[in-house]
């Protein structure tokens, strides 16, 4: 199987990111996006799982949302209350 790696846009990946929530819990997240987001806003893909974002899902979760975010989209990689970083 190959793994495209030319995408319409270029990419910017923030590994580590935090979302904080009202009670004062942050859950740690990984996003993609297109490197000119900030200036083109962009709908987003939000993926939360049970399952750190460093371990298990390291490997689809490289091949999966680099190509959304290749093709116009922020993915975000969320990790669930209490299963993260």
């Given at each position: ?33 297109p ?6 806003p962009?709908?987003?893909?939000l ?18 949302h ?8 922020a ?9 993260g970083?």
């Amino acid at each position: 199987m190959k793994t495209r790696t030319d995408f319409p846009r270029a990419i910017r990946l923030i590994e580590h990111a935090e979302i904080a929530l009202s009670d004062g819990v942050r859950l740690s997240a990984m996003i993609w996006l297109p490197k000119d987001a900030e200036e083109k806003p962009v709908p987003a893909i939000l993926e939360y799982l049970p399952y750190r974002k460093r371990d298990a899902t390291t490997e689809r979760d490289a091949l999966n949302h680099p190509y959304f975010a290749g093709h116009g989209y922020a993915a975000i990689r969320v990790d669930m209350r209490g299963a993260g970083d």
